[in-house]
């Protein structure tokens, strides 16, 4: 959806503000008209720029997602990678790695993950530990303690595992 018209309106707005605070100090009659004046023709424009939007489809999504991962040569191939061989539970998983592994550079790889992935390298790889290595050993294993669960998963600390566990649980890991 093309949203550059915002711009218009966003400065449009801020001197609609600015003229506001003038009739603040002012009270001028004509000032206040100018005011309502273009208020309106602000609302005006933001209706008719909303009344033309088009909603998207769920299989005009997909179709553009297809699109987008038909740009990169290792899609699909990058998540069962990580998945299979288990390279989330690697503390020193860098995006160098992985872009090396792939044959492809860090920038280009970086961008797969936010525009088809929709998230960072690292949100994605901290997922990853959480649900697939974390959340099992905590419910075969209540006995282990979180450090070891920590380390098992891919953590370098129990600290970052304590933060990611309640970015994407939300709640921590002891609860």
Not at 114 to 128: A, Q
Request: hydrophobic letters at 40%.
């Amino acid at each position: 959806i093309d949203i550059s018209w915002l711009r218009k309106i966003y400065i449009i707005a801020t001197i609609n503000l600015l003229l506001w605070l003038l009739t603040s100090f002012a009270g001028s009659f004509f000032v206040d008209c100018l005011y309502y004046i273009i208020s309106v023709f602000l609302w005006h424009r933001v209706y008719v720029h909303c009344r033309h939007l088009k909603q998207v489809t769920a299989e005009e999504a997909e179709a553009c997602n297809e699109i987008i991962e038909r740009e990169y040569a290792f899609a699909g191939i990058l998540e069962k990678v990580i998945e299979q061989e288990k390279l989330y539970l690697n503390p020193t998983l860098a995006l160098d790695d992985l872009a090396k592994r792939l044959k492809t550079n860090r920038t280009y790889l970086s961008t797969y993950f936010s525009t088809v992935i929709g998230k960072s390298f690292y949100d994605y790889i901290n997922e990853m530990r959480i649900y697939k290595e974390s959340i099992p050993l905590m419910d075969t294993h209540p006995e282990y303690t979180l450090e070891y669960i920590a380390q098992q998963s891919g953590y370098n600390s129990i600290s970052t595992f304590r933060r990611a566990f309640q970015k994407h649980k939300n709640m921590s890991p002891s609860e």
